[in-house]
T-cell receptor, first 114, second 113 residues
Framework: DTAVSQTPKYLVTQMGNDKSIKCEQN?????MYWYKQDSKKFLKIMFS???????INETVPNRFSPKSPDKAHLNLHINSLELGDSAVYFC?????????????FGNGTRLTVT | GENVEQHPSTLSVQEGDSAVIKCTYS??????FPWYKQELGKGPQLIID?????GEKKDQRIAVTLNKTAKHFSLHITETQPEDSAVYFC????????????FGTGTRLLVSP
């Protein structure tokens, strides 16, 4: 059983298109995140949701819109894709909000914009 | 905000040797310091973490030390094995407000047989 699963694993698309990445966790966690990993492996938080409510929004272009239909799902929709959006996007979840608890990551979605 | 620096960026060792990765952080309020291992094509996985009320923590071949005064923490891997080869990330966060882990820049560890 995969604890945090993302789809698709690979996404190749052209500039200007709109695409979505889906994430589901079966750990019963209340908090979910999107992280971006660039070509130099640098990991940076984009968004955090707690029980469907947006908690953290890190200076991300508003072309990126997360949506959490329930606390087990956090999707990421990207409009008008740009070359600089090419990266690996990781979904993660954690049990405790407002405290410090381990993040559980999915295996990532490699987005390539051509 | 928090800033985490990590060194070295790459580390090559022979099987059986020890490996040490070091990180420094800037925010004295940070109190949680996890280490993640990322294998090729996978997401980062927690391997060990330490909280600011503890100076050292060990789990089999892996240990982490924390020096709050100097604001640095280190990962020690003893008796390295080829399967330890991966990218390792340190991270830091504080408990005020909602958890926001800030990651270091990663260390690529290569263990040669």
């Amino acid at each position: 059983d995969t604890a945090v699963s993302q789809t698709p694993k690979y996404l190749v698309t052209q500039m200007g298109n709109d695409k979505s990445i889906k994430c589901e966790q079966n750990l019963g966690h209340d908090t979910m995140y999107w992280y971006k990993q660039d070509s130099k492996k640098f990991l940076k938080i984009m968004f955090s949701y707690n029980n469907k409510e947006l908690i953290i929004n890190e200076t991300v272009p508003n072309r990126f819109s997360p949506k959490s239909p329930d606390k087990a799902h956090l999707n990421l929709h990207i409009n008008s894709l740009e070359l600089g959006d090419s990266a690996v996007y990781f979904c993660a979840s954690s049990q405790v909000i407002g405290g410090n608890s381990p993040l559980h990551f999915g295996n990532g979605t490699r987005l390539t914009v051509t | 905000g928090e800033n985490v620096e990590q060194h070295p960026s790459t580390l090559s060792v022979q099987e059986g040797d020890s490996a040490v990765i070091k990180c420094t952080y800037s925010d004295s309020a940070s109190n949680y310091f996890p280490w993640y291992k990322q294998e090729l094509g996978k997401g980062p996985q927690l391997i060990i973490d330490i909280r600011s009320n503890v100076g050292e923590k060990k789990d089999q071949r892996i240990a982490v030390t924390l020096n709050k005064t100097a604001k640095h923490f280190s990962l020690h891997i003893t008796e390295t094995q080829p399967e330890d080869s991966a990218v390792y990330f340190c991270a830091a966060s504080n408990k005020s407000g909602f958890q926001k882990l800030v990651f270091g820049t990663g260390t690529r560890l290569l263990v040669s047989p």
